[in-house]
């Protein structure tokens, strides 16, 4: 559409409205064109472009339309009055950020695509006709006071003293109107604990009732997982619950309680939430501080018994958002994801904290407490590798340290690279023993003796404690004993661990009783076989096996299983119906070529790829049906099975690909399904080659021609009339595909 007669038409259809005050838009609701109170809080966003170079956007007329009827110019900023899934409601707003107030009585609303808006900070509209300056949009990734506000993956966390490193400023929260698209909470969680979402979604609940000047709307963060809203009439009853860090919108009630309305089937409902369980937002701006505590964690939800994200030591200066009373917002990397977190209020001071009481691991051997802040100034004291010191933050290089020399306190001070802080909250965390043996030692050092030993691949338990090491409980001669295991000693098991199905990939697939090749067998199962299995070490996956009818943890290396899950396969069980295909020596191709794809079906499933057949029975289907079943089928590849006849003499196995799509890639996977066919039949290697056959000319997805023997030839005959064959070709099919992935 041109600028121009866009900017007329968009003139046009302004003035229609100005002049039709009597008329509504459709799809906007009566209740958007009142005026909104002084005191109320709006969403706002700025228009982003879809693509670099596009600095506009169309926007329509309600949320169904097709017709576009004029533009909104990137970086414009408008007041967002309904979210939709795939549309929102916005209105334009004047170039000092105030809505548009001659037009309030009949104001300009549009419907602009959800993706375009970029969310920002929630704003009181001015209480006076005055227009407050507009704040600049906070841009995530700009740095602030000449403060980095993002970690870098796996970069130094102390590598700048003046920084903030650890953590990302983040964007002010999305509110969204929650009536019949809330997102629900199972009401058999616990009312305390980590949610299942480590980000929570950042859902508006609706007001009760329009805000007044008495009655503000209010907004809180739901702090419990989940966060109830009861009835008012019955308030023992539960109308609707929220996700943990969940945002909401209410107003004040009697008592302990906030008034809100939910909507339930479409219909408003009175109801009634806790103000133990929402914490009020207090607006959202960039900030940074210092870890006022020995440890300051990053939490998943806003609650101290959530999971904890990442740590920072005492005095490390942190970037972050307010976000509300008792609760910052903030963004960390782990294991180089993206996460959103939170930091307690409590935890952060603007200043250095000075003479707060630490205790730590003496990390040289020995550690010295020397008497100034001075590495050649005199030794007042040493301590061994590994032993813990009590002592106090200073503001430099050095934690302040009282010792005893002859019966007299002295002061003194330990250099902070000589000693590891032990971390307040020890997160518990299992792992495999990497060691043969794996020793757990008597204090935090090397050269310290070993209470315990462990071979390897043993599962253990153990929990964080101070720099490169952790600390575990064991038992010797009954007797429970602290120890500690060093990092590089031991292997992090996966949490959460993904469920994985599969299916054994070699003749006999033993399930260990540890992570090792070396421990006994509790289990084995044949080729083909389903199994289920779970994410565990590198190279190895965790399963329960049942042994005499007990469950049993097992171990299963990851060169002995295949996954195809989350993969879609096409088979072509060539010829069928009135096409019996080549025909000698008692065989028919139709026949053979069938029964070999119904068992590659079965062992893909096995699997857990998705299996589409082209026929399952003995069915003609002209070649065009065939590659038009692959093509609009969204899978991943397409293998044709045929058996080959010739002259008597010809032998082996051939494969053939098409290069007028997925040259590449069909040229893979032919020579991957040829190398498995030759090894697992035992047949002749004929060839792989380009071959100009329909079904794989004409399909777009990587496919491959496969012919498994010369029906024939007396030797390949011979084979293919056995069905442990057809089997073992079927198997190749299943290995074929697993080396092509």
């Known amino acids: 559409m041109k600028r121009g007669k866009m900017k007329k038409k968009v003139a046009l259809i302004v003035s ?9 838009m459709p799809g906007i609701h009566a209740e958007n064109l009142t005026e909104p109170d002084p005191g109320q809080h709006l969403l706002y966003a700025y228009i982003t472009s879809a693509k670099a170079g596009d600095n506009f956007v169309p926007y329509y007329s309600d949320a169904d339309s097709q017709e576009e009827i004029g533009e909104l110019k990137a970086g414009e900023k408008v007041a967002v009055l309904e979210i939709g899934d795939r549309r929102s409601n916005v209105q334009v707003l004047q170039e000092d950020g105030a809505i548009n107030k001659q037009q309030l009585s009949e104001p300009v609303l549009v419907f602009v695509a959800t993706e375009f808006l970029e969310m920002i900070e929630e704003e009181n509209l001015p209480e006076t006709e005055e227009a407050a300056p507009e704040d600049p949009p906070v841009n995530p990734d700009s740095a602030t006071d000449g403060m980095e506000d993002a970690e870098v993956p796996g970069g130094d966390l102390a590598e700048t003293k003046e920084k903030p490193e650890p953590v990302e400023e983040q964007a002010a929260p999305e509110t969204t109107e929650v009536q019949a698209k809330s997102d629900p909470v199972d009401e058999n969680q616990k009312e305390s604990g980590e949610t299942a979402n480590p980000e929570p979604a950042t859902s508006m609940m609706s007001v009760q009732n329009e805000a007044t000047a008495s009655h ?13 809203v009861y009835d008012r009439q019955n308030p023992s009853a539960v109308l609707k619950s929220y996700g943990q860090g969940t945002i ?31 914490d009020l937002l207090v607006g959202d701006s960039s900030g940074s501080g210092y870890a006022a505590k020995q440890t300051v964690h990053v939490y998943s939800g806003p ?12 005095n490390q200066r942190l970037a972050y958002r307010t976000l509300s009373e008792n609760w910052h917002s903030a963004t960390v990397y782990v294991s180089g994801e993206k996460k959103k977190g939170y930091i307690r209020k409590a935890d952060v001071s603007g200043e250095k904290v000075e003479g707060l009481p630490l205790k730590g691991i003496a990390l040289k051997s020995p550690t010295h407490v020397f008497s100034s802040q001075d590495l050649d100034s005199k030794k007042l004291k040493s301590y061994g590798e590994g032993k813990i010191l009590s002592y106090r933050s200073t503001s430099g290089d050095w934690y302040g340290a009282t010792v ?23 997160t518990p965390l299992r792992g495999v023993a990497k060691k043969q043996p794996t020793p757990v030692y008597s204090s935090a050092s090397l050269s310290a003796p070993s209470l315990k030993t462990y071979s390897a691949g043993t599962v253990l338990k153990y929990e964080t404690f101070a720099g490169d090491w952790y600390k575990a409980t064991v038992y010797v001669s ?45 289990k084995s199962y044949s080729f083909g076989h389903k199994l289920t299995y779970y994410s565990f070490i590198p190279g190895w996956y965790e399963a329960t096996v049942y042994v005499n009818g007990k469950a049993r943890k097992g171990y299963i290396h990851e060169s002995d299983v295949l ?13 069928g119906g009135h096409d019996p295909g080549g025909v000698a020596l008692g065989l028919v191709e139709k026949e053979i070529v069938l029964d070999t794809a119904l068992r590659a079906e079965r062992l893909l499933k096995n699997a857990g790829a998705h299996v589409i057949m082209t026929r399952k029975t003995d069915i003609f289907l002209e070649l065009s049906e065939r590659a038009a079943i692959a093509n609009s089928s969204g899978a991943d590849l397409f293998i044709s099975i045929h058996a080959n006849k010739f002259n008597g003499d010809a032998k082996g196995v051939e494969t053939f690909w098409y290069g007028k799509y997925e040259k590449q890639r069909s040229i893979h996977l032919a020579n991957a399904l040829q190398d498995q066919l030759v090894a697992r039949m035992g047949m002749s290697y004929r060839r792989v080659a380009e071959g100009n056959f329909h079904v794989i000319r004409e399909t777009k997805i990587p496919s491959s021609l496969i012919e498994i023997g010369f029906i024939d030839h007396p030797q390949d005959s011979a ?23």
């Open 248 to 278: 909401l919108k209410f107003t004040q009630a009697d008592g302990e309680w906030y008034a809100a309305t939910v909507y339930i089937a479409g219909q408003a409902k009175d109801g009634l939430i806790a103000k133990k369980d929402v």
């Open 303 to 314: 609650d101290t018994g959530s999971a904890v994200l990442k740590s920072y030591p005492l």
């Open 404 to 426: 005893y020399v002859n019966g007299k306190a002295m002061s003194g001070f330990i250099h902070k690279s000589h000693v590891a802080n032990i971390t307040e909250r020890p």
């Open 216 to 228: 503000p709307a209010l907004y809180g963060l739901a702090l419990k997982s989940p966060t109830r």
């Open 16 to 24: 229609v409205l100005m002049l039709a005050m009597s008329f509504r």
């Open 719 to 741: 084979k293919l009339a056995q069905a442990i064959y057809r089997e073992r070709a079927a198997e190749a099919i299943l290995l074929g595909i697993g080396d092509y992935f």
């Open 478 to 522: 009954g007797k429970a004993r602290t120890g500690y295991i060093h990092r590089s000693h031991v292997i992090h098991a996966a949490n959460p661990q993904i469920r994985i199905q599969g299916a054994a990939a070699k003749s006999k697939v033993p399930v260990y009783s540890r992570a090792s090749r070396n421990s006994t067998s509790l």
């Open 563 to 575: 996954s195809l899950q989350g993969k879609k396969v096409v088979l072509d069980a060539g010829h």
